[in-house]
């Protein structure tokens, strides 16, 4: 079937855009491209989540914070999904010997938000049905796409192939991208997939007594030095804990005494509130793998363009790849309030969009998860830094910005929030250092005023 307006027939059409993909972005996206008028298609190789009984998919609930809420608001959903979260205002450290001390993510009043995934993603799909100019077309696979005519191949269900064109291709497939495949045969283009050695197993904490097992309004953390457990909030008072391990380290744990046996050395605290059913946390799926994917560019000619996870999946410890996804959105819709035209919108999003990759500043995240799981001398030292970097903040909130703070509460650009987080990083570590040296030369020339006033009193 040919959508695309290029066919002489269909001048007067509006012009065709075929979203592939009907995830978290795919959906946002269809919503974004329909606003502006375009005919919309979107591909989805799953069945139709809203009718669907049983929904498969990856983490159970997710951080959404300012970049995904502010492109949530654009299309006018912000509110709707804002009110079906629970606001997290600090991590909830939780050390071995069972005792809780909070560190707030930001200033009062600031926080980020637990998210139920599959919730989000029917609100998405609700939204997109309500737009006339979006067609969602659901399990279809798409096989593969020619770069020269543009036509792509879907398989449905029943196992019948149909040959689409349309004038644009939005590539929100996902990590393992169909889409980008035809990317990876173009002079240029660059590609790499690093595959973290921690994978990741999800389970739940159910309420005691009809209540939440933990304070709600925190994500708790269990660092462990090489690993880390966390648990974020659901409206139905379940906490979604997610292990976050070394394979080899989950291969050790092979019964339910063993998990026992794990959890009483390394979560003692977790296990009333998991209760009967932590012996069998390990077994009812496999940890599951975390992939981070770099490319460069994100689009080709004016043809086909990859956004979400398609473009730039990273590891999840700083809750941004669905917020950096839903950001792409907003980008792209910036771009296009300037330039119409799909030949100089293309190429002007990679321009901007690539070095905004926080998947290539994979260091960032890495450092964050080190820290965050050391549980002794460098998260003392985090601590520290942390206050020392507030009460900068205070005092020159221009200037000094905590991390976290540029990232998760700001729409500062992610390679502006590297640039500037390294240049702070430089003049605080100075700063520190200037200061012990100041009160190490003050506190030797003390030490000596003060014996040589001994030495003077002395009558030897
Ligand atoms: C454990 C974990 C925790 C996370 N926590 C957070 C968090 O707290 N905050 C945050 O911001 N991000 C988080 N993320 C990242 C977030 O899940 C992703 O960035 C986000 O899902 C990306 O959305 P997407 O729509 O680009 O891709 P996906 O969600 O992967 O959606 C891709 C869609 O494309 C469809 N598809 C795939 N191939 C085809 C094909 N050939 N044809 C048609 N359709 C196809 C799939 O069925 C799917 O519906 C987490 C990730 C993990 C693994």
Not at 85 to 113: D, E, V
Not at 277 to 304: N, T
Not at 346 to 370: G, K, Q, S
Not at 401 to 421: A, D, E, G, Q, S
């Amino acid at each position: 079937m040919d959508y695309s307006t290029n066919d002489s027939k269909s001048t007067s059409k509006k012009k065709v855009v075929a979203v592939v993909g009907g995830g978290l972005v795919g959906n946002l996206n269809a919503c974004y491209f329909a606003k502006r008028g375009f005919q919309v298609e979107v591909f989805e190789s799953r069945e139709d989540i809203l009718q669907a009984k049983i929904v498969k998919g990856r983490s159970i609930n997710l951080v959404l914070s300012h970049r995904g809420r502010q492109t949530l608001k654009h299309v006018g959903m912000e509110d709707t999904i804002i009110s079906k979260g629970i606001p997290m205002h600090s991590r909830m450290i939780h050390a071995l010997n069972g005792t809780q001390s909070p560190i707030p993510y930001g200033k009062k009043g600031q926080y980020i938000l637990s998210i139920d995934r599959a919730n989000l993603n029917k609100e998405l799909l609700s939204a997109a049905e309500t737009y006339p100019n979006i067609n969602l077309n659901f399990a279809n696979k798409l096989l593969d796409w020619s770069t020269e005519t543009g036509a792509m191949t879907f398989v449905r269900a029943e196992g019948a192939k149909e040959e689409i064109q349309a004038d644009l291709i939005v590539g929100c497939d996902g990590a393992f991208s169909a889409i980008r495949k035809q990317f990876l045969r173009q002079s240029r283009f660059n590609y790499s997939q690093t595959y973290t050695p921690h994978g990741y197993l999800e389970f739940t904490m159910p309420p005691i007594n009809g209540e939440f097992a933990m304070k709600p309004n925190n994500l708790h953390i269990w660092p462990r030095n090489t690993f880390m457990m966390i648990a974020l909030p659901n409206l139905d008072k379940t906490f979604n804990c997610t292990l976050f391990m070394p394979f080899e380290e989950f291969e050790k744990v092979t019964t339910g005494d063993k998990v026992i046996e794990f959890f009483q050395k390394y979560f003692p605290d977790a296990i009333p509130l998991i209760g009967a059913l932590l012996r069998g946390i390990f077994f009812r799926l496999p940890a599951q793998a975390m992939v981070s994917v770099k490319c460069s560019s994100y689009h080709f000619g004016d043809k086909c363009v990859l956004m979400g996870d398609a473009a730039h999946a990273m590891v999840p410890f700083y809750g941004q790849g669905m917020n950096a996804g839903f950001e792409d959105c907003l980008v792209f819709n910036e771009i296009m309030d300037q330039l119409k035209d799909f030949s100089a919108v293309l190429p002007e999003y990679t321009r901007v969009r690539v070095p905004d990759d926080l998947a290539m500043y994979n260091y960032v995240e890495v450092t964050y998860f080190i820290l965050l799981t050391n549980s002794d001398v460098n998260s003392k030292w985090f601590l520290f830094r942390k206050y020392v970097d507030n009460f900068l903040h205070i005092i020159m909130p221009r200037t000094i910005i905590p991390l976290y703070t540029m990232v998760t509460f700001t729409r500062t650009r992610y390679h502006k929030v590297v640039k500037h987080w390294h240049w702070q990083d430089k003049v605080i570590n100075q700063g520190l250092l200037f200061c012990a040296a100041v009160s190490v030369a003050g506190g030797s020339y003390l030490l000596q005023l003060w014996s040589r006033l001994q030495a003077l009193k002395s009558p030897f």
